[in-house]
């Protein structure tokens, strides 16, 4: 598809660049992560030149090449991609829809892979404030991200606010 659509549309063609973001995910999925960092790194720059720095395709992007990168060997590059995607999505899709609440989580994450605990709390606070009023308390996404605040709050020895979330104090009062 690449290849015809580089023929007949062009490489700078959204659907181009697009099928050129594809193919750096099905890289990925295949373990050819050399390959597909490549590619989104190449659709990534195509996009920015197409469409503009702040385009939200440019974010989806932001986020497989964030995927792509990891979140420890290139924990720094990773968290820059998705610290833009995240000021791309809260632009374009607002701080309640699904996908920048996804990068939320996802950048705590990184932040706390690389032991930026105090940094990753408020996007797994956000993120699990945010979903359990979207997605219910029981979601398994706003647990996930209860469960990264928690950890995060546990590696910088504060208890007292885990058993705030946990509710501890309540239960001891009654």
Same mark, same amino acid.
């Not at 999925?29 to 720095?53: H, N």
């Not at 996804?102 to 606070?125: D, I, V």
């Given at each position: 598809?690449?290849?015809?659509?580089?023929?007949?549309?062009?490489?700078?063609?959204?659907?181009?660049?697009?099928?050129?973001?594809?193919?750096?995910?099905?890289?990925?999925?295949?373990?050819? &992560?050399?390959?597909?960092?490549?590619? #989104?790194?190449?659709?990534? $720059?195509? +996009? /920015?030149? *197409?469409?503009?720095?702040? @385009?939200?395709?440019?974010?989806?992007?932001?986020?497989?090449?964030?995927?792509?990168?990891?979140?420890?060997?290139?924990?720094?590059?990773?968290?820059?991609?998705?610290?833009?995607?995240?000021?791309?999505?809260?632009?374009?899709?607002?701080?309640?829809?699904?996908?920048?609440?996804?990068? &939320?989580?996802?950048?705590?994450?990184? #932040?706390?892979?690389?032991? $930026?605990? +105090? /940094?990753? *709390?408020?996007?797994?606070? @956000?993120?699990?404030?945010?979903?359990?009023?979207?997605?219910?308390?029981?979601?398994?996404?706003?647990?996930?991200?209860?469960?990264?605040?928690?950890?995060?709050?546990?590696?910088?020895?504060?208890?007292?606010?885990?058993?705030?979330?946990?509710?501890?104090?309540?239960?001891?009062?009654?």
């Amino acid at each position: 598809v690449l290849r015809f659509r580089s023929l007949i549309l062009g490489l700078r063609n959204p659907l181009t660049i697009n099928s050129l973001a594809n193919l750096g995910y099905t890289y990925a999925q295949q373990g050819q &992560l050399a390959k597909a960092r490549e590619s #989104l790194e190449r659709a990534l $720059k195509l +996009s /920015e030149e *197409e469409r503009g720095l702040d @385009h939200l395709e440019n974010a989806r992007f932001m986020i497989l090449l964030a995927d792509v990168l990891g979140n420890e060997t290139f924990a720094s590059d990773s968290e820059v991609y998705l610290r833009y995607a995240l000021k791309i999505l809260n632009a374009s899709k607002g701080p309640y829809h699904e996908d920048t609440m996804s990068c &939320l989580h996802r950048l705590g994450t990184n #932040l706390a892979m690389q032991k $930026k605990y +105090s /940094e990753a *709390e408020p996007y797994f606070y @956000h993120a699990w404030t945010r979903r359990e009023i979207q997605l219910g308390k029981e979601s398994e996404a706003t647990l996930r991200s209860k469960e990264g605040l928690i950890a995060s709050l546990n590696s910088q020895g504060l208890q007292q606010e885990v058993d705030k979330i946990l509710g501890v104090a309540e239960e001891m009062a009654h």
